[in-house]
């Protein structure tokens, strides 16, 4: 799938009207489970669904996010060394602009 800006609103909320574009059964499937996370979330504080794998704990040592797509698992945050570099290269920019005494 290819997400579009806003897209979580179509499976989060059950619009797929507000964009004209061909949905698919796998679209629907999706925005199915989804939902059931969501609201397994809001009702015992954990993320989860019938046939989902365990959703981790966020570990900022070792990250790995929830990948929810035609294929439904748990991976490495992705670009993390991007993200790494970009993280790096902002503080290091506070630092000096900010100096703390």
Known sequence: MAAFHCSSVSFSFDRFGL???????????LRKTIRTVQVEFTRTG???????PV??????????VMALDDAIGVMQKPWLEHLRFWEAHYAARRVATYPTE
Not at 19 to 27: E, K, M, T
Not at 46 to 52: T, W, Y
Not at 59 to 64: C, G, T, V
């Open 46 to 52: 954990k993320p989860v669904a019938k046939g989902l």
């Open 55 to 64: 959703w981790p704990i966020f570990d900022p040592a070792a990250p790995r």
């Open 19 to 29: 964009r004209d574009r061909p949905w698919q059964l796998a679209d629907r499937a």
